[in-house]
């Protein structure tokens, strides 16, 4: 699709929320209910309910089996991993990373470069 054509796309009406409901997690509201979410996005219980069963379903929310609340789920975790590439940390780390591995007598995971002569 060319980019002036993405412009006028039309939103799927049904994809919108979907893809709305698990942005609207954060550190601050880890757990939502099914009311919260319906009053937050304008649209009825029952079509959260429908969002967060699909949602669900596909792993990337959870229900919290005590609260009946939702959180965010595994498969997001996994999605998330795959995205691009991953941030390594800034070499000022490297000291801290080394005396916590010799803590944790863990072996590094990174990759050694071998140094040339």
Known sequence: MRARDRGRAQILQSLDPALRVPGSFSGERRERGVTELARVFGVSKTTIYRLLANLEGHRYVTQNPVTSRYC?????????????????????????????????KELDPRPRVRERS
């Not at 996994?78 to 990373?97: F, K, R, S």
């Open 72 to 104: 965010l789920g595994a498969r997001l975790g996994q999605v998330t991993c795959t995205a691009g590439p991953q941030p390594h940390p800034p070499a000022e780390a490297d000291p801290y990373m080394e005396e916590l591995r010799e803590r944790t």
